[in-house]
């Protein structure tokens, strides 16, 4: 985060709920101190793709709850179909994200890391890099990659999450919590990696990694100052 100055944040996600996983507590950190912050989700579940209608109409109730609860300056949505990223010419998702990064003018932006198992995840990490180079958006001054559980400690290549930024959350880890909350279809009980219990615990290790109670790490890619 590049201090004594206003920054321009975008957090894009995969999914709905990847960012509030990722980097919730620190979007809400952004947000009291008075920065802009954006919200892009690139894939979206659709009945064309055999999704339900009230599936449908459910994930987009609580896209919109999770939203008024952030109080993101503006939200996108990209489209795409939801675990089919790898079918869809990485030319067009590069396209669509660079629109939206030059409509933004973004300072900071937060991804998914390109380690995590979700071919999704994966897919939007390549083409933000690519929509990201400096002489394409001279913008951007940092460009971070967060943690997702249940995606990012699922990677069984030779990547690895290999965190370099640590952010407190203290302030923010029930909130951030009480979001997560929204996504009904996604957070389950423990032992489910996407659980409060979990959550809790891996901003617990964060904190206990950086000299504070809870905390988000983060992954730094990029940085122009």
């Known amino acids: 985060m590049t201090s004594n100055q206003k920054s ?3 957090v894009i996600a995969p999914h709905p709920d990847d960012e509030t996983l990722g980097c919730g507590g620190t979007l809400l950190r952004h947000l ?3 920065d ?4 892009l989700i690139v894939t979206s579940v659709r009945e064309e ?3 339900s209608p009230a599936y449908v109409a459910e994930k987009n109730r609580q896209i919109n709850l999770v939203n008024k609860h952030y109080g993101f300056l503006e939200q ?3 489209g795409f179909p939801a675990a ?5 010419p990485i030319r067009l998702i590069v396209e669509a994200i660079e629109k939206v990064i030059n409509s933004i003018h973004p300072t900071t932006l937060y991804i998914p890391s390109g380690c995590d198992a979700h071919t999704d995840h994966q897919v939007v990490f390549s083409a933000t890099t690519a929509s990201a180079k400096w002489f394409r958006a001279q913008s951007i001054k940092e460009i971070f990659c967060y943690e997702t559980i249940s995606e990012t400690n699922f990677s069984y290549s030779d990547k690895v999450f290999d965190p370099n930024v640590f952010v407190n959350i203290t302030d923010y880890i029930e909130q951030k919590c009480t979001i997560l909350t929204n996504y009904s279809t996604e957070i389950s009980e ?3 990696p996407r659980s409060e219990r979990v959550v809790r615990a891996l901003a617990d290790l964060r904190g206990s990694q950086s000299g504070c109670d809870a905390a988000e790490s ?3 890619i990029y940085r122009c100052i």
């Open 36 to 39: 802009d912050v954006h919200w």
């Open 84 to 88: 089919g990223l790898d079918a869809v």
């Open 8 to 10: 321009v944040v975008l």
């Open 190 to 192: 423990h032992p489910f």
């Open 218 to 220: 983060f992954q730094l």
């Open 32 to 34: 009291d101190q008075g």
């Open 49 to 51: 793709d055999g999704w």
């Open 76 to 78: 996108y949505q990209l």
